[in-house]
């Protein structure tokens, strides 16, 4: 199935397998390409070790969770904040 509002990285209609593959890079670009996702997977990564490895303090893990969860925040804050301003005009 063919979307028309859904950038595929093509002008033209293709088969759908094309457009599936060219929907599939979109997506996978924009994701390696968002700063809320690296933030995410250190968030998961930091999660991971500190569980791994519990002779760590329990403050440092705590601290490092906040912080991240603060940077994803003001990204994801400062994402909609852009989309209404475009939205406006």
Known sequence: MYYPFINYGRHHKSSEGE???????TVVGKLVASRKF????????????FTAFPEFPDALWESINEILLFLIGMIAAGDVAEKLVALKK
């Open 19 to 25: 457009v599936m593959a060219a929907q599939e890079l």
């Open 38 to 49: 690296w933030l995410s997977v250190v968030a998961v990564l930091n999660t991971v070790l």
